[in-house]
């Protein structure tokens, strides 16, 4: 459950959808993102193994198997049952850090045309690697930041046109 008591839905690899999700679960954190998770007594090890928290999506490995997982809030349901999750694009101007971290690495150039979804650093935090990705289409207009190089929340990384 989310902090409004209210069950998330969650999307499975683009195919499995499972409604009425709740954190019911004993979580026991091991190390670097490794989890023991019991659930009506059947023992699971989980590693996160990437999270994008703006898009709700993270990527799972449970027992060996990889899975993506997208999660729904209610407000996300909701919004979705209103007709309104299609949103016009907008152009992407600035990428910043959601989180303190080390950047581990930088895949985009300046110059370089990406699209939504395309990724555009690694950013090491709580010793889990998150990729970031553009929320939109652009082109690369400025890289702030170098790898090896410690950010704080909210740095600006990437600067798009």
């Known amino acids: ?3 409004t008591g209210e069950p998330f839905k969650a999307t499975v690899n683009g195919q499995f959808i499972f409604d009425d999700v709740h954190s019911e679960l004993d979580i026991v954190p091991m190390s670097d993102g490794r989890y023991h998770v019991l659930k009506d007594n059947i023992s699971y090890h989980v590693e996160i193994l990437y999270t994008d928290y703006h898009t709700k999506t993270f990527t799972i490995k449970v027992n060996g ?8 809030d209610q407000y996300d349901q909701l919004v979705n049952r209103l ?3 299609v949103v016009s694009e907008h152009k992407v101007r600035e990428i910043r850090a959601p989180m303190p971290g080390l950047v581990l690495d930088i895949s985009v150039e300046i110059g370089q045309h990406v699209q939504k979804g395309d990724p ?6 709580m010793k889990m690697e998150n990729v970031l990705k553009s ?3 652009g082109v690369v207009k400025a890289i ?8 704080d929340k909210n740095a600006l990384l990437i600067e798009m046109d």
């Open 1 to 3: 459950m989310n902090n």
């Open 65 to 72: 198997s990889a899975y993506e997982v997208q999660l729904a």
């Open 83 to 85: 007709g309104l999750g």
């Open 120 to 125: 555009l650093l690694i950013l090491e935090a």
């Open 135 to 137: 929320q939109g289409d």
């Open 144 to 151: 702030r930041v170098e790898k090896g190089e410690a950010v």
